[in-house]
């Protein structure tokens, strides 16, 4: 499902139930030590996908600790993301000198709790909400999905916070394919100075989006 919308340079894995058995690796252990029983399967899980997606880069398996702000810290030279939600783990991985940045993130496909669009939209992003007619896209949940990418995709850049309010987003829908599939393109456009660590500043990140299985699935690749 997520390879739809990743590009050639990146390798995803993804799994839609948890397999038994798995368990953390040694190095890892101490950072779920506390975590419930929940938890302890999404992170196993999401390490799981992205150890296999590492040796289909013809990278060492290696684990996966947690930097600064809980970002992943991926081996040399490897860049990648993860996500989990309900029924859902996936990791997408590349070579840094390939791929600059990988944000994913998985949701379901149903529309946001009351109450939450007004903390995670800007005011452009309401109006336009407001006008679409299409009601086969949870559209307000598609932009809580995409601004989640694009944190994770800004991140490891730039190593500073991104708000929801930091990032102004729009999306366009792919023609039809007659399946039970429906992906497109969304566009996010950086409100605040895009200075990264190394290499150019960013202005804007493009992005694709999936929905299927009743899962909304987006993904930002930064070449």
């Not at 729009?170 to 992906?183: M, N, Q, R, S, Y």
């Not at 895009?194 to 150019?200: E, I, M, Q």
Request: glycine content about 8%; overall charge negative.
């Amino acid at each position: 499902m997520i390879e739809r919308i990743l590009p050639g340079v990146v390798v995803a894995e993804e799994l839609f139930e948890d397999p038994p058995g798995l368990t953390p690796h040694p190095r890892e252990e101490h950072l779920i030590a506390k975590a419930v029983e929940k938890r302890r399967r999404e992170f196993v899980s999401a390490r799981y996908c992205a150890r296999k997606a590492m040796t289909r880069l013809g990278v060492d398996q290696a684990p996966i600790l947690r930097g600064e702000m809980g970002s992943p810290q991926w081996p040399s030279g490897v860049v990648g993301s993860l996500t989990h939600t309900d029924g859902y783990r996936a990791a997408a991985l590349g070579h840094a000198l390939a791929v600059r940045s990988i944000g994913i993130d998985a949701e379901p496909h149903e529309a946001l709790p009351d109450g939450v669009l007004d903390a995670v939209s800007i005011e452009q992003e309401r109006s336009w909400l407001s006008t679409v007619q299409d009601g086969a896209v949870h559209w307000d949940k598609l932009l809580f999905c995409a601004k989640e990418a694009t944190y994770k995709a800004w991140f490891p850049l730039t190593g500073r916070w991104l708000g929801f309010e930091d990032a102004h987003i729009t999306f366009a829908k792919d023609a039809p394919t007659g399946a039970e599939v429906i992906t497109g393109t969304f566009h996010t456009d950086l409100l605040v100075p895009g200075n990264t660590t190394t290499g150019p500043p960013l202005s804007s990140f493009d992005g694709r989006w999936v929905v299927a299985r009743g899962l909304v699935v987006t993904a930002i690749t930064v070449i």
